[in-house]
């Protein structure tokens, strides 16, 4: 069955560390691979994908996340993060095996805090 | 600008009253999904859409309904509220070429059922 794994409910960081945030699938074929935020209150926003190619990919606000085949994971790292970072983060993958619309399966989500 | 949107954003409604939440988009995107949204749990599709009258089932629809008979809105109908129903909801598109399969939320809708 294909899922999503965010093994972390919960991360604090301080303002300025770097940043990494788990992710690990099941899936039965090459997966679409996706990133979302969500800040309080507000809808989710796209920080990066990745559907072939370079396995190292760059989104928005900084972050990159690298695609692992080998271990089935997509890591979203930041070098330095910043207190507006601080949101919940979702791992996706894509869309189903029989498309369902392009349904996205996602993770339970990673809370981040950021210390002052 | 391309967007998804949706109304209302905020719902407080009561056990049985039949309620709507509307979705639109902008950018004639051939797919669209209703999903909810709950604590531990994700975001689970409720329903989806693949083109104008043509709509299926997702992994939670009980309780829901929908329709799609102009492209750009995909409107969730809940004819029958129930407390396990209070969610936060989010519609989402698109393009559905098989090239791009990113998709586009909405800002969604917090319902509350008393």
């Known amino acids: 069955a294909q899922s999503v794994t965010q093994p972390d409910i919960h991360i604090t960081v301080s303002e300025g560390a770097s940043l990494e945030l788990r992710c690990n699938y099941s899936y039965g074929a090459t997966p679409y691979l996706f990133w979302y935020v969500q800040s309080p209150g507000q809808g989710l926003q796209l920080l990066l994908k990745?559907?072939?190619?370079?396995?190292l990919v760059q989104g928005i606000k900084g972050f990159e996340a690298e695609f692992k085949r080998s271990q089935s994971s997509f890591n979203l790292r930041k070098p330095s993060v910043h207190w507006s970072d601080a949101a919940e983060y979702f791992c996706?993958?894509?869309?189903?095996?029989?498309?369902?619309?392009?349904?996205?399966?996602f993770g339970q989500g990673t809370e981040l805090s950021v210390k002052p | 600008e391309a967007q998804v949107t949706q109304n209302p954003r905020y719902l407080i409604t009561v056990t049985g009253k039949k309620l709507t939440v509307t979705c639109s988009q902008n950018?004639?995107?051939?797919?669209m999904s209703w999903y909810r949204q709950d604590p531990g749990l994700g975001l689970r599709q409720i329903y989806y859409s693949m083109n104008v009258e043509v709509t299926d089932k997702g992994d939670v629809p009980e309780g829901y309904k929908v329709s799609r008979k102009e492209k750009r809105n995909f409107p969730l109908i809940l004819e029958s509220p129930s407390p396990n129903q209070t969610s936060l909801y989010f519609c989402a598109s698109s393009l559905g070429s098989g090239s791009d399969e990113t998709q586009y939320f909405g800002p969604g809708t917090r319902l509350l059922v008393l």
């Open positions: 996706a993958v894509g869309p189903s095996y029989y498309n369902q619309g392009g349904k996205l399966i």
């Open positions: 990745y559907f072939s190619g370079d396995t």
């Open positions: 950018m004639n995107h051939e797919y």
